[in-house]
Nanobody, 123 residues
Framework: QVLLVESGGGLVQTGGSLRLSCAAS??????MGWFRQAPGKEREFVAA????????NYADSVKGRFTISRDNAKNTVFLQMNSLKPEDTAVYYC??????????????????WGLGTQVTVSS
């Protein structure tokens, strides 16, 4: 397993922006994903990025507003979140995907998780 540490969460008004970061000792060869979990709801897929950074995948609810990226030299994955809405309020988790070509949207295909960072969007 890989130790993942998220940061960058906080309180922001509707329409605002936040940038989440996920750092690890070595994630340069892994596909990575961001998930979120709101109170009383299941954890859901937000975005994923291939190890090379060339292919990304987004949930329909965030497409066009969120951007996932990575800096393999710094072993960090980012989630830029713009035009935030109250429904984006959740704990956001970074995760490392297992080394296969299975569905990037399936949380059970990820084998290492961070502790999460809280994002709260006020109306």
């Amino acid at each position: 397993q890989v130790l993942l540490v998220e940061s960058g969460g906080g309180l922001v008004q509707t329409g605002g922006s936040l940038r989440l970061s996920c750092a690890a000792s070595d994630l340069s060869t892994y596909d990575m994903g961001w998930f979120r979990q709101a109170p009383g709801k299941e954890r859901e897929f937000v975005a994923a990025i291939r190890w090379s950074g060339g292919i990304t995948n987004y949930a329909d609810s965030v497409k066009g507003r969120f951007t996932i990226s990575r800096d393999n030299a710094k072993n960090t994955v980012f989630l830029q979140m713009n035009s935030l809405k109250p429904e984006d309020t959740a704990v956001y988790y970074c995760a490392k995907k297992m080394g296969d070509n299975s569905n990037v949207r399936d949380l059970y295909k990820y084998d290492s998780w961070g502790l999460g960072t809280q994002v709260t969007v006020s109306s």
